[in-house]
C-alpha cells in the first residue's frame, strides 16, 4: 500500500523555467511533508519540508505547496537550473504515535532541466 | 554541517554469507538512525529505527534476525545482513539524526550484490 505517490516518474523542463513536482498522500495522519534530492550514488539531501498548519513554504528557489483537503502536496523551482536535474522524493511523517519521526517515502521523480 | 557516511559503497558477496554495513554521523551526535533500502525504480522503504543504546524497532515485514542492527554508541551504528541471498540484492541507506523527529541527515548508501 503506497501511502505515498509519486505518479509522474520523469519531468524535463528548460532552463529557467519552472518545475512543478506533485505528490499525494492518503494517510490522513501525516501532518508533516518534505522533499529530498538525490544524486546518482549519493543519499537524499533536505531540500525544504511544510508542516500542516500551513499551506506554502518557501526558500529560496524551491517554494512547497500543501493542499490537505486534496492530500497533495508539489514541489515548485523556479527558476530551474542544470544543476536541479536529480531525482526528486517526497516524503511524510507524523509527529504522534508509533510513526514518530518515521518516514514515508514517494517513489521519487526524474528531473532533468536542459540548458 | 551533519555529515553521515557509509562503509563499504558497494559490496559484492556470495549467497549464504554475511555482510556487514557501517554507518556514521562524522560531526553530530545522532541519538537515533534509521535504515533503508531501495529497490530499483522504487521509493525508500524503511526497515528499521535504532535508538543508541537499546534495541532496534523493525518495521512489519522486516526480518529481524535477518538483518542485525546494531546502534552501540551515538555515532556508528551497523547492519548485518546474515545469510545473505540474491533477493537481499538492493541499496541500503542509513539516515541519521539528532533525535527521533529531528531532520534526518542521510547517507550515500551501500549497493548489495548476493551472487
Known amino acids: 500500500d503506497q501511502q505515498v505517490k509519486q505518479n509522474s516518474p520523469s519531468l524535463s523542463v528548460q532552463e529557467g523555467r519552472i518545475s512543478i513536482l506533485n505528490c499525494d498522500y492518503t494517510n490522513s495522519m501525516f501532518d508533516y511533508f518534505l522533499w529530498y534530492k538525490k544524486y546518482p550514488a549519493e543519499g537524499p539531501t533536505f531540500l525544504i519540508s511544510?508542516?500542516?498548519?500551513?499551506d506554502k513554504n518557501e526558500d529560496g528557489r524551491f517554494t512547497v505547496f500543501l493542499n490537505k483537503s486534496a492530500k497533495h502536496l508539489s514541489l515548485h523551482i523556479v527558476p530551474s537550473q542544470p544543476g536541479d536535474s536529480a531525482v526528486y522524493f517526497c516524503a511524510a511523517a507524523s509527529d504522534g504515535g508509533t510513526s514518530y519521526g518515521k518516514l514515508t517515502f514517494g517513489q521519487g521523480t526524474i528531473l532533468t532541466v536542459h540548458p | 554541517g551533519a555529515v553521515v557516511s557509509q562503509h563499504p559503497s558497494w559490496v559484492i558477496c556470495k549467497s549464504g554469507t554475511s555482510v556487514k554495513i557501517e554507518c556514521r554521523s562524522l560531526?553530530?551526535?545522532?541519538?537515533?538512525m534509521f535504515w533503508y533500502r531501495q529497490f530499483p525504480k522504487q521509493s525508500l522503504m524503511l526497515m528499521a529505527t535504532?535508538?543508541?543504546?537499546?534495541?532496534?524497532?523493525?518495521e512489519q515485514g522486516v526480518e529481524k534476525d535477518k538483518f542485525l542492527i546494531n546502534h552501540a554508541s551515538l555515532t556508528l551504528s551497523t547492519l548485518t545482513v546474515t545469510s545473505a541471498h540474491p533477493e537481499d540484492s538492493s541499496f541500503y541507506i542509513c539516515?541519521?539524526?539528532?533525535?527521533?523527529?529531528?531532520?534526518?541527515?542521510f547517507g550515500p548508501g551501500t549497493r548489495l550484490t548476493v551472487l
Open positions: 560531526d553530530f551526535q545522532a541519538t537515533t
Open positions: 539516515s541519521a539524526s539528532r533525535g527521533a523527529t529531528d531532520t534526518q541527515y
Open positions: 511544510i508542516s500542516s498548519i500551513k
Open positions: 535504532s535508538n543508541e543504546g537499546s534495541k532496534a524497532t523493525y
